[in-house]
């Protein structure tokens, strides 16, 4: 299973000193990622909030930011086309396909399955 994914932003980030980042990587979000921002003020406070937090935690890397450099403010930072690739990339990467269509392999048993009726295929 493959945990971090590159992503290109349409713009790009404009960092204080001038630099232009648009290559970055998110890994795959944990449910502590969704779950712990509810507590933070921020986000009770106006809920929309919840993305900015989210998406700081779940980037590894933005141009030549590190994961621990890609804060609430970093993401606040973004222009609106950003944020909008970066949470449309964000369901892209965290959600299961509502149709998979065809076998899966259990990695357990070896056992093969039809993904649409989950009846063993063979």
């Known amino acids: 299973m493959k945990k971090e994914h590159p992503f290109t932003l349409p713009r790009g980030y404009l960092a204080p000193d001038g630099t232009i980042h648009r290559e970055g990587t998110m890994r795959l ?3 502590g990622d969704e779950i712990l921002p509810l507590e933070d003020p921020r986000v009770k406070g106006n809920r929309a909030y919840l993305v900015i937090l989210l998406l700081a935690r779940v980037i590894t ?9 890609v804060t ?3 993401i606040e930072g973004l222009y609106s086309a950003d944020l909008a690739h970066l949470q ?3 369901r892209e990467i965290n ?3 509502s149709d998979p269509g065809g076998e899966i392999i259990c990695p357990h048993c070896g056992g ?3 993904a649409e009726g989950g009846g063993n295929s063979e």
């Open 88 to 90: 449309r990339f964000f």
């Open 72 to 74: 609430p403010a970093v």
């Open 29 to 31: 979000a944990l449910a």
């Open 95 to 97: 959600e299961l396909d």
């Open 112 to 114: 093969s399955f039809d």
């Open 61 to 69: 890397r933005l141009g030549d930011l590190s994961g621990e450099a």
